[in-house]
């Protein structure tokens, strides 16, 4: 099994930049797919990415397409997810999910979660 740890969250202005990372640790990295989703008060948790095992196929949603970018460093059992030009309406906690072998794009599908990152982006 696979734990995962996020860090890079905070405060940031609109038209921002920031960094997530979720550090994986007691499994084999390379064979999880990874995610990011994220959920904001009052509302259902989103897929925002996925980044296949390889890191060769990846699929955002639309609303951060062009301004967000997942990478994955299997080396280092490290994915990242880099966001720039922030919005307000990207405001939320951030999660970090794995599966075994293929990326999904509900969270039913990832069995392994991390505790979130909180994300907020101030007008």
């Known amino acids: 099994q696979v734990q995962l740890v996020e860090s890079g969250g905070g405060l940031v202005q609109a038209g921002g930049s920031l960094r997530l990372s979720c550090a994986a640790s007691?499994?084999?990295?390379?064979?999880?797919?990874m995610a990011w989703f994220r959920q904001a008060p009052g509302k259902e948790r989103e897929l925002v990415v996925y980044i296949s095992r390889s890191g060769g196929d990846t699929s955002y949603t639309d609303s951060v397409k062009g301004r967000f970018t997942i990478s994955r460093d299997n080396a280092k059992k490290t994915v990242y997810l880099q966001m720039n030009s922030l919005k307000p309406e990207d405001t939320a906690v951030y999660y970090c999910?794995?599966?075994?072998?293929?990326?999904?794009?509900?969270?039913?599908?990832?069995?392994?979660w991390g505790q979130g990152t909180q994300v907020t982006v101030s007008s």
């Open positions: 999910a794995g599966n075994l072998w293929r990326a999904g794009v509900r969270s039913q599908e990832y069995g392994y």
């Open positions: 007691g499994g084999t990295f390379s064979l999880y797919a």
